[in-house]
């Protein structure tokens, strides 16, 4: 069992900056594909940013230039840092581990992340 905790969520002014955090329970990372997904009102939950177990890394074309994903491996964390942010980018934001088999898929619990001003 893997739990994910996000944090960093909130209000930001448009062009603003947020990193979001989520804390693995455990070291997962060379075991697990992670990735950042954020889902609006009334609209389908979408991928923002994915770092696979051998570090590469991809982003929405909408967070390209804005969104940065990284992780540390020594804290089980994993980072979305989130710059130049639009009222387009509010959402909940999870986070997401996927085992390479494919046989295991976690979520934590989501954060509020809001640009408005």
């Known amino acids: 069992q893997v739990q994910l905790v996000e944090s960093g969520g909130g209000l930001v002014q448009p062009g603003g900056s947020l990193r979001l955090s989520c804390a693995a329970s455990?070291?997962?990372?060379?075991?697990?594909?992670m990735g950042w997904y954020r889902q609006a009102p009334g609209k389908q939950r979408e991928l923002v940013a994915g770092?696979?177990?051998?570090?590469?890394?991809n982003l929405a074309d909408s967070v390209k230039g804005r969104f940065t994903i990284s992780k540390d491996n020594a804290k089980n964390t994993l980072y979305l840092q989130m710059n130049s942010l639009k009222p387009e980018d509010t959402a909940v934001y999870y986070c997401?581990?996927?085992?390479?088999?494919?046989?295991?898929?976690?979520w934590g619990q989501g954060t509020q992340v809001t640009v408005s001003s």
């Open positions: 770092d696979t177990t051998t570090g590469r890394t």
């Open positions: 997401n581990a996927v085992r390479t088999d494919g046989l295991r898929n976690y």
């Open positions: 455990r070291s997962i990372f060379t075991m697990y594909h």
